[in-house]
């Protein structure tokens, strides 16, 4: 099986900085996308920023936020500087297009448990 487990999430000002990062384990032979997503109380989750063949960012946090991804070690970060109370919510690792050791089989898409954000103004 394979688990992503995030770090770097906590309580920081506005206009701080915050650096999340994930790292999946398993027997793993490739991933094509791995990326963010946040969840804020009452909203429905969204995409943060992704990193696969090119990166997408959500139009709120571009400029703000960059995502970096590591492929030998499988693990995504995503750095956020500038921070907003609106950008408190729980971010979720995600990795899609899994491929698991021996290449071949089918592609499987996986999430963290999820790491809190808390922006205070």
């Known amino acids: 099986q394979v688990q992503l487990v995030e770090s770097g999430g906590g309580e920081v000002q506005a206009g701080g900085s915050l650096r999340l990062s994930c790292a999946a384990s398993g027997s793993i032979f490739s991933i094509n996308v791995m990326g963010w997503y946040r969840e804020a109380p009452g909203k429905q989750r969204e995409m943060v920023a992704t990193?696969?063949?090119?990166?997408h960012y959500a139009d709120s946090v571009k400029g703000r936020f960059t995502i970096s991804r590591d492929n030998t070690n499988n693990t995504v970060h995503l750095e956020m500087n500038n921070l907003k109370p609106e950008d408190t919510a729980v971010y979720y690792c995600?990795?899609?297009?899994?491929?698991?050791?021996?290449?071949?089989?089918?592609?499987?898409?996986?999430w963290g448990q999820g790491t809190q954000v808390t922006v205070s103004s």
């Open positions: 995600a990795a899609f297009g899994l491929v698991f050791r021996p290449p071949g089989g089918r592609p499987y898409d996986f």
């Open positions: 990193s696969g063949g090119r990166t």
